[in-house]
């Protein structure tokens, strides 16, 4: 929700002086949405080690609360790359940080739990 309302501030203040500028021989045009990438890469890391720890547990509430601890370590970590992207989007006024910014918004929406996914049906 926080994602929606930020993008949303972004869009208002950034529409009238934002463009997108690609500029290839400065830094922040790949370190930016490296970091952000970064944050993606190291929330598949807590995922996919919880879920070795999961496999690991006999007792069903502890796997409940494994669930839910890398569930919600994985949603901070793509908030905190969008929150950047979106953060240099304003201070550069430069949408080219917003493209990454959506992208990875669609990708924190794809994340959220699914039953089937649980279960092991798709």
Same mark, same amino acid.
């Given at each position: 929700?926080i994602q929606l309302v930020l ?14 500028l %690609? =500029? ?6 790949y370190? $930016?949405?490296?970091?952000?990438? @970064?944050l *993606?890469? /190291?929330g598949?890391?807590?995922w996919n080690?919880g879920?070795k720890e999961?496999n690991g547990?006999d007792n %069903? =509430? ?7 601890? $890398?569930?919600?370590?994985r949603w @901070?970590? *793509?908030? /905190? ?13 430069n949408?080219?940080?917003?493209i990454?910014a959506?992208v990875?918004?669609?990708?924190f929406?794809t ?6 996914? /649980?279960?092991?049906?798709?």
């Amino acid at each position: 929700m926080i994602q929606l309302v930020l993008t949303s501030v972004v869009l208002y203040v950034g529409s009238e002086s934002a463009e997108i500028l %690609l =500029l290839p021989f400065e830094g922040n045009t790949y370190a $930016i949405p490296g970091i952000a990438f @970064v944050l *993606v890469l /190291l929330g598949r890391y807590v995922w996919n080690n919880g879920m070795k720890e999961i496999n690991g547990s006999d007792n %069903l =509430l502890e796997k409940l609360e494994i669930l839910t601890k $890398i569930h919600i370590w994985r949603w @901070v970590l *793509v908030q /905190l790359g969008t929150l950047i992207l979106l953060t240099y989007t304003l201070v550069d006024s430069n949408f080219y940080y917003f493209i990454f910014a959506l992208v990875n918004i669609v990708y924190f929406f794809t994340l959220r739990p699914k039953i089937f996914g /649980l279960i092991g049906e798709t």
